[in-house]
């Protein structure tokens, strides 16, 4: 007797059930009751004729056979994911570039330029997939990303942007208030900000580096406000309520139009093999849109307001 492969939703139960081993959990994933999920397992298992789980009053684990699908399941999503995304690209044709950019790098610097690529390629239609999550170029339909790191990436291409000076940054409110700042001490009776950022060999530079650099070894960090992305971080200085460290290419606009400003020279410099990356797949390297937008951003990024 022939046996149908479930359907793709039975599939995403399946592999749900299978990483969660409960029922509960798996239902939350997948957005079902916790007896609709044990009942479209309970279907699987009489369509193929095989135990998927194995069940006591405290915990579920998957037999052999379950192990098996539950491989099979998710490789054969994996696979149909990927293959949706190649259509979506297809059927979308040549003209759009469909981009994978952080909110902070999209409003600091990447907004306000793209008007000129559009002048310079109304052929292509630009398109933006803004999240701070990491997309996968497959599986997200993106064509370019915009990333921070290294610039080693597996199967894929990056061109390098820009150094990342590091500097204070606060609003001009702050200068005119009842603690000036004449001096780096001065930073001291105020509220500093910065993000908690680290890779293998990099930790993203912070208030104690920058006064160790300043000369300043008795500061004490515990009244430092740490945030989790640098928006936050530029938010508090522009809102007047504390001094930032920000990326310079990041606040440069701001800098220049008065909303923040930079009350003492000294700048640390991050690593230049970290940087800001145009990454794209090696085996869409010569894909003429990619080739326009990265070169675009590597003169952009080399123009003097960068």
């Not at 080693?152 to 291409?157: C, I, N, Q, V």
């Not at 004490?220 to 930032?244: K, Y």
């Not at 410099?269 to 894909?287: G, M, N, R, S, W």
């Amino acid at each position: 007797m022939a046996h149908f492969a479930p359907g793709t939703r039975a599939l995403r139960t399946l592999t749900a059930a299978g990483k969660h081993l409960s029922f509960t959990r798996a239902a939350d994933e997948v957005g079902l009751t916790p007896a609709a999920v044990s009942f479209q397992i309970k279907e699987i298992e009489d369509q193929l004729g095989v135990k998927l789980f194995t069940r006591t009053s405290r915990t579920m684990r998957l037999t052999e056979a379950g192990t098996v699908l539950y491989e099979a399941a998710v490789d054969a999503l994996d696979i149909m994911g990927r293959a949706v995304s190649k259509a979506q690209k297809a059927s979308r044709g040549t003209a759009q570039l469909k981009v994978s950019v952080s909110p902070h790098f999209a409003t600091k610097w990447l907004m306000r330029r793209v008007e000129r690529f559009n002048k310079m390629h109304a052929d292509i239609e630009l398109r933006f997939d803004i999240s701070y999550e990491v997309r996968d170029f497959d599986a997200d339909d993106i064509d370019v990303a915009i990333r921070f790191g290294a610039g080693k990436y597996p199967g894929l291409a990056a061109s390098r942007l820009f150094d990342n000076i590091i500097i204070p940054v606060c609003s001009p409110r702050l200068l005119a208030g009842p603690k000036p700042l004449r001096e780096p001490r001065d930073l001291l009776n105020h509220t500093l900000v910065h993000i908690e950022w680290s890779d293998q060999d990099l930790t993203w530079p912070n208030w104690r580096m920058w006064m160790k650099a300043a000369g300043i070894h008795d500061y004490d960090d515990r009244n430092t406000i740490v945030f989790d992305n640098s928006s936050d971080a530029v938010g508090a200085a522009m809102a007047g309520n504390a001094v930032a460290l920000a990326d310079f290419a990041m606040v440069a606009n701001d800098l220049s139009e008065g909303r923040l400003v930079q009350p003492f020279e000294l700048s640390i410099k991050v690593p230049p093999e970290y940087a800001y990356f145009v990454v794209y797949p090696q085996a869409t390297a010569l894909d003429q849109r990619i080739i326009a937008f990265r070169d675009w951003m590597v003169e952009e990024a080399a123009r003097p307001e960068a």
